[in-house]
T-cell receptor
């Protein structure tokens, strides 16, 4: 049973470009969460999605960031017009339901903005 | 808001030494508490959890007890191995949201 998969593992973008991060949840999981880990900090919640729905995006910056989890295919975290401050590790997690259950994390995507 | 404070690192130990990493949390609501471990180049793995006061989570020789009176969830291991070298994160839940501490880097020397 494959775990949570994320790709790419490493992504380098120049300032102003777009970054697309993908997350495939564990089989049977329909709840996806994105977290961001800035250098020397813990993970911070960004967004919680179920299939085709954004449940909570309170942790996501209002501009340039968007997330989706379509009916088919992986969840996508999209960052438009990246800036150096977006450099971080972005982790995806999935779970079977949305309340007080274990979240399984992927290996993360390390985004570097040059 | 919900927050978690954990002991700053880095922590360097010799094999078979005793490890303690302190963690305290804000007391709003009735959170579940977790310890996650991140090995180099990998994602977070759940190490142990406790869902209510006085529960003790344990796994791979690690233990932590949910202390409501001191709002703490300290991680302990009696005899560490080189393979325990990793970053350890304390976390609390608020429904589906996890709030993490900053992480403690532990290095165990042979």
């Amino acid at each position: 049973n494959a775990g949570v998969m994320q790709n790419p593992r490493h992504l380098v973008r120049r300032r102003g470009q777009e970054a697309r991060l993908r997350c495939s949840p564990m089989k049977g999981h329909s709840h996806v969460y994105w977290y961001r880990q800035l250098p020397e900090e813990g993970l911070k919640f960004m967004v919680y999605l179920q299939k085709e729905n954004i449940i909570d995006e309170s942790g996501m910056p209002k501009e340039r960031f968007s997330a989706e989890f379509p009916k088919e295919g992986p969840s996508i975290l999209r960052i438009q017009q990246v800036v150096r401050g977006d450099s971080a590790a972005y982790f995806c997690a999935s779970s079977t339901s949305g309340t007080e259950v274990e979240q399984y994390f992927g290996p993360g995507t390390r985004l570097t903005v040059t | 808001g919900d927050s978690v404070t954990q002991m700053e690192g880095p922590v360097t130990l010799s094999e078979e030494a005793f490890l303690t990493i302190n963690c305290t949390y804000t007391a709003t609501g009735y959170p579940s508490l977790f310890w996650y471990v991140q090995y180099p180049g990998e994602g977070l793995q759940l190490l142990l959890k406790a869902t209510k006061a006085d529960d003790k989570g344990s796994n791979k020789g690690f233990e932590a007890t949910y202390r409501k009176e001191t709002t703490s969830f300290h991680l302990e291991k009696g005899s560490v191995q080189v393979s325990d070298s990793a970053v350890y994160f304390c976390a609390r839940s608020n429904d589906y949201k996890l709030s993490f501490g900053a992480g403690t880097t532990v290095t165990v020397r042979a």
